[in-house]
């Protein structure tokens, strides 16, 4: 694969205007219902937007640290070298790998790429918003269908809610659920929707989980784009490093769109190191486990409500506006995530360190303690397997 820095130029007529709306990430959604945030500080707790406190593994953050000397050149061959090395480990050809600064921009791109006013974005409700800002950013529509019982996406409700959709977006794990859509159902979806529509399948959160890749329907050529990111579970969303794969001619409609896009030597160093670790993913999959259901164990003690997740965040069902919650958790530094429209008295909470949960459920409790000053919004959704 070679990159060229002048190609861009052939696109940038798209590439001016997507560049827009490609900003849609998951801090500027926090910032969004909190735009008082304070700086960040280390005697506060900052469990509001998805981040890993971890930073990067150590041999990423010593890659990082040897890739400085080398900010001063653009160093193009160690992004391929990610590209083959990402191909190699999961049985893909390096032509089905693109990487971008994070993965919200080809989350953005593939908006444009593949959906238009006749053709709509279907998404999940709750889900990660960027889809469908996205979308009504550039007039097209965008369907929103309720998550089933157990917080899957709603394949079959996907496809009956458009005959002729663009783009189906799916993340699994959830996001703010940290809910898993099962393998089979993307089967099932790629198998009936529309003839030339496209599943986006956003698996940011997937290492946290024991959810089933599915980097191998992409190898299979199927009507498949899958993002990846070194956000999460690898702590470099402040580094900015994603992955697109896609069979080449999905990949060449998403490229055109946003045009030639540059990753960070520093942020490419990390990730390659990143990878090379084999111990990471198993280690802090396990270390995030033990801190939410460590969280778990106690909202269930304390009869809390929340839905059960896989990934390093959940909903948690708070019973009153969620803005009294956030505001008073704030003022004791313990920064929460956002609420969804669907989902009136439900705030997303992050899975920080064991430190950081325990200064939450503390904070928590004391403010759940206080008196509701305000009246509480109907649900609007059916509940299942809540604890309470």
Same mark, same amino acid.
């Not at 896009?261 to 390659?272: E, K």
């Given at each position: 694969?070679?990159?060229?820095?002048?190609?861009?130029?052939?696109?940038?007529?798209?590439?001016?205007?997507?560049? #827009?709306?490609?900003?849609?990430?998951?801090?500027?959604?926090?910032?969004?219902?909190?735009?008082?945030?304070? &700086?960040?500080?280390? *005697?506060?707790?900052?469990?509001?937007?998805?981040?890993?406190?971890?930073?990067?593994?150590?041999? /990423?953050? /010593?890659?990082?640290?040897?890739?400085?000397?080398?900010?001063?050149?653009? &160093?193009?061959?160690?992004?391929?070298?990610?590209?083959?090395?990402?191909?190699?480990?999961?049985?893909?050809?390096?032509?089905?790998?693109?990487?971008?600064?994070?993965?919200?921009?080809?989350?953005?791109?593939?908006?444009? #790429?593949?959906?238009?006013?006749?053709?709509?974005?279907?998404?999940?409700? %709750?889900?990660?918003?960027?889809?469908?800002?996205?979308?009504?950013?550039?007039?097209?529509?965008?369907?929103?269908?309720?998550?089933?019982?157990?917080?899957?996406?709603?394949?079959?409700?996907?496809?009956?809610?458009?005959?002729?959709?663009?783009?189906?977006?799916?993340?699994?794990?959830?996001?703010?659920?940290?809910?898993?859509?099962?393998?089979?159902?993307?089967?099932?979806?790629?198998?009936?929707?529309?003839?030339?529509?496209?599943?986006?399948?956003?698996?940011?959160?997937?290492?946290?989980?024991?959810?089933?890749?599915?980097?191998?329907? !992409?190898?299979?050529?199927?009507?498949?784009?899958?993002?990846?990111?070194?956000?999460?579970?690898?702590?470099?969303?402040?580094?900015?490093?994603?992955?697109?794969?896609?069979?080449?001619?999905?990949?060449?409609?998403?490229?055109?769109?946003?045009?030639?896009?540059?990753?960070?030597?520093?942020?490419?160093?990390?990730?390659? #190191?990143?990878?090379? *670790?084999?111990? !990471?993913?198993?280690?802090?999959?396990?270390?995030?486990?033990?801190? &939410?259901?460590?969280?778990?164990?106690?909202?269930?003690?304390?009869?809390?409500?929340?839905?059960?997740?896989?990934?390093?965040?959940?909903?948690?069902?708070?019973?009153?506006?969620?803005?009294?919650?956030?505001?008073?958790?704030?003022?004791?530094?313990?920064?929460?995530?956002?609420?969804?429209?669907?989902? %009136?008295?439900?705030?997303?909470?992050?899975?920080?360190?064991?430190?950081?949960?325990? &200064?939450?459920?503390?904070?928590?409790?004391?403010?759940?303690?206080?008196?509701?000053? #305000?009246?509480?919004?109907?649900?609007?959704?059916?509940?299942?397997?809540?604890?309470?």
């Amino acid at each position: 694969m070679t990159f060229d820095r002048r190609s861009f130029l052939r696109t940038a007529g798209f590439a001016s205007v997507a560049a #827009a709306v490609a900003n849609f990430t998951e801090s500027q959604f926090a910032l969004a219902q909190r735009p008082d945030m304070p &700086r960040f500080s280390r *005697d506060a707790v900052f469990i509001n937007a998805n981040e890993n406190p971890l930073g990067p593994c150590d041999a /990423a953050l /010593a890659a990082m640290a040897s890739a400085v000397v080398d900010c001063g050149r653009y &160093r193009d061959d160690l992004t391929v070298d990610l590209i083959h090395l990402f191909a190699e480990q999961f049985g893909l050809r390096p032509e089905y790998v693109s990487p971008y600064p994070g993965s919200s921009q080809p989350l953005t791109y593939s908006v444009w #790429a593949f959906a238009d006013k006749e053709r709509p974005v279907v998404v999940g409700d %709750p889900g990660y918003e960027a889809a469908g800002h996205t979308a009504a950013f550039a007039g097209i529509p965008s369907i929103k269908v309720p998550l089933t019982s157990t917080y899957a996406h709603d394949v079959k409700g996907m496809v009956a809610a458009s005959p002729n959709a663009g783009l189906y977006y799916i993340a699994s794990p959830n996001n703010p659920t940290g809910t898993v859509t099962p393998r089979a159902d993307v089967e099932w979806l790629l198998a009936n929707k529309p003839k030339g529509s496209i599943v986006l399948l956003d698996e940011a959160y997937i290492h946290f989980s024991d959810a089933t890749p599915c980097l191998d329907l !992409v190898a299979q050529d199927k009507d498949i784009v899958v993002l990846r990111t070194f956000s999460k579970l690898y702590g470099m969303a402040g580094a900015r490093l994603g992955l697109v794969v896609a069979r080449p001619d999905l990949m060449k409609k998403i490229e055109a769109i946003g045009g030639w896009t540059f990753c960070p030597v520093t942020a490419v160093q990390g990730g390659i #190191a990143a990878l090379k *670790d084999t111990t !990471v993913v198993a280690k802090r999959k396990q270390l995030n486990a033990a801190a &939410r259901q460590e969280t778990f164990e106690w909202l269930t003690s304390k009869s809390f409500s929340f839905v059960p997740s896989e990934a390093n965040h959940f909903m948690l069902d708070t019973k009153r506006p969620t803005k009294q919650v956030i505001d008073s958790m704030a003022a004791k530094k313990i920064y929460i995530g956002r609420a969804w429209p669907a989902w %009136p008295t439900h705030v997303r909470i992050t899975v920080g360190t064991r430190d950081e949960m325990a &200064r939450f459920r503390a904070a928590f409790e004391e403010v759940m303690a206080q008196p509701l000053n #305000a009246n509480i919004p109907s649900h609007t959704h059916t509940r299942t397997e809540l604890f309470s």
